[in-house]
């Protein structure tokens, strides 16, 4: 079966860039969504179709999808981006979470 | 405004079906290439899409879940509905339900999950 792997944990500091990998088999072949969840909050969709961010998303957020990784990146991070990141895999046969990143600013 | 909202049992018993409703409103079921899919999460775990269903009625289940899982719409009521029977305590989670844009490009259809609901807690235990 089909498997999406996300690094357990990413740490950043504030003002720096932090990038978080999702990787399965010719992934760049499905559309790949990534989304942002806060402890005790719904998930939000932060990008979507590979690069797309929807409406009232930050400019600091982006994304790729190629190969066997699609990367979210996130410049400048803020404090307010500490959060759970899950990318999602979607194609004709799939739809499938990474297992989730946790992402640390400190 | 759209909006989504999950109800349903918060606590129910093993090998009992679990009904659960979602209310959606912002939104028409019928609005072309649009749907709504389930999706859980176990306590402290992550994400699990279960279930998804479009206006065209196209349905599609996880692989693991199939046959336990049937979603359906009921558009006058502006609802979706999860059945999922023989529940175990391992289908403790919050479930979601979300709103689903389908987008067909040269490569094939695919769909994401642009708006999700609040989420409700259900606990299998006897």
């Known amino acids: 079966s089909y498997e999406l792997t996300q690094p357990p944990s990413v740490s950043v500091s504030p003002g720096q860039t932090a990038r978080i990998t999702c990787s399965g088999d010719?992934?760049?072949?499905?559309?790949a969504s990534w989304y942002q969840q806060k402890p005790g909050q719904s998930p939000v969709l932060v990008i979507y179709q590979d690069s797309k961010r929807p409406s009232g998303i930050p400019e600091r957020f982006s994304a790729s999808n190629s190969g066997n990784t699609a990367t979210l990146t996130i410049s400048g991070t803020q404090a307010m981006d500490e959060a759970d990141y899950y990318c999602l895999a979607w194609d004709s046969s799939t739809v499938l979470f990474g297992g989730g990143t946790k992402l640390t600013v400190l | 405004q759209v909006t989504l909202k999950e109800s349903g049992p918060v606590l129910a018993k093993p090998t009992e079906t679990l009904t659960l409703t979602c209310s959606v409103s912002?939104?028409?079921?019928?609005?072309?290439?649009?749907?709504v899919s389930w999706i859980r999460q176990p306590p402290g775990k992550a994400l699990e899409w279960l279930a998804h269903?479009?206006?065209?009625?196209?349905?599609s289940y996880s692989t693991s879940l199939k046959n336990r899982l049937t979603i359906s719409k009921d558009t006058s009521k502006s609802q979706v509905v999860l059945t999922m029977t023989n529940v175990d305590p391992l289908d403790t989670a919050t479930y979601y339900c979300?709103?689903?844009?389908?987008?067909?490009?040269?490569?094939?259809?695919?769909?994401?999950?642009?708006?999700w609901g609040r989420g409700t807690l259900v606990t299998v235990s006897s």
């Open positions: 912002g939104f028409s079921l019928s609005s072309s290439r649009m749907g």
């Open positions: 269903i479009f206006s065209s009625d196209e349905k």
């Open positions: 010719k992934l760049g072949d499905k559309y």
């Open positions: 979300a709103r689903t844009p389908r987008v067909i490009t040269i490569r094939g259809g695919f769909g994401y999950f642009d708006l």
